[in-house]
T-cell receptor, first 108, second 113 residues
Framework: KNEVEQSPQNLTAQEGEFITINCSYS?????LHWLQQHPGGGIVSLFM???GKKKHGRLIATINIQEKHSSLHITASHPRDSAVYIC??????????FGKGTRLSVIA | DAGVTQSPTHLIKTRGQQVTLRCSPI?????VSWYQQVLGQGPQFIFQ???????GRGNFPDRFSARQFPNYSSELNVNALLLGDSALYLC????????????FGPGTRLLVL
């Protein structure tokens, strides 16, 4: 079974800071997802990637398949970015395996 | 288009009772997955259904069961509730199985007393 580790577990940043959240996994994958979960519980899919880099607005996700590592970057962070960010991986058609999440608080 | 919907949003039950949670996928999506998220942890996979057939089952006891209907909506049933079943239950849909973007519902928060 794939083991997914995220770091840091908690992160507090000042508004405007550049933020990086890391995810590492133990077994080769077919896809990696970055998800955002707000306090109400609902989850939004931010990215699904299997190689390289994707960008959407102020969010950038990268993945290094050889190193089994992915990063989520937030540029010019804003208080509305405060949420839990979860990394999840899939190998073939196996179900998603989730990390425990990184709790981000952005202070104005 | 409506997103994934789940009902009810919140539920309180007592130990030993049974509960049924419901999920309606995005129109056109044929795959529905269920996840359990205990406070402070990442979600854990419970079931996946595709075209009304079970395609995967996580490490959960037989008290947990699910089904998918012809309209692709799904129900998750939990019998003989335990305190440890208290969690957020998430449903996600995608148009098929495999490495496809999953769209999550708002979840049902279950509290077992």
């Amino acid at each position: 079974k794939n083991e997914v580790e995220q770091s840091p577990q908690n992160l507090t940043a000042q508004e405007g800071e550049f933020i990086t959240i890391n995810c590492s996994y133990s077994v080769g994958i077919s896809a990696l997802h970055w998800l955002q979960q707000h306090p109400g519980g609902g989850i939004v899919s931010l990215f699904m990637l299997s190689s390289g880099k994707k960008k959407h607005g102020r969010l950038i996700a990268t993945i290094n398949i050889q190193e089994k590592h992915s990063s989520l970057h937030i540029t010019a962070s804003h208080p509305r970015d405060s949420a839990v960010y979860i990394c999840a991986v899939m190998s073939g058609n196996t179900p998603l395996v989730f990390g425990k999440g990184t709790r981000l608080s952005v202070i104005a | 288009d409506a997103g994934v919907t789940q009902s009810p949003t919140h539920l309180i039950k007592t130990r030993g009772q049974q509960v049924t949670l419901r999920c309606s996928p995005i129109s056109g999506h044929k795959s529905v997955s269920w996840y359990q998220q205990v406070l402070g942890q990442g979600p854990q996979f419970i079931f996946q259904y595709y075209e009304k057939e079970e395609r995967g089952r996580g490490n959960f006891p037989d008290r947990f069961s699910a089904r998918q209907f012809p309209n692709y909506s799904s129900e998750l049933n939990v019998n003989a509730l335990l305190l440890g079943d208290s969690a957020l239950y998430l449903c996600a849909s995608s148009w098929m199985t495999g490495p496809k973007t999953q769209y999550f519902g708002p979840g049902t928060r279950l509290l077992v007393l």
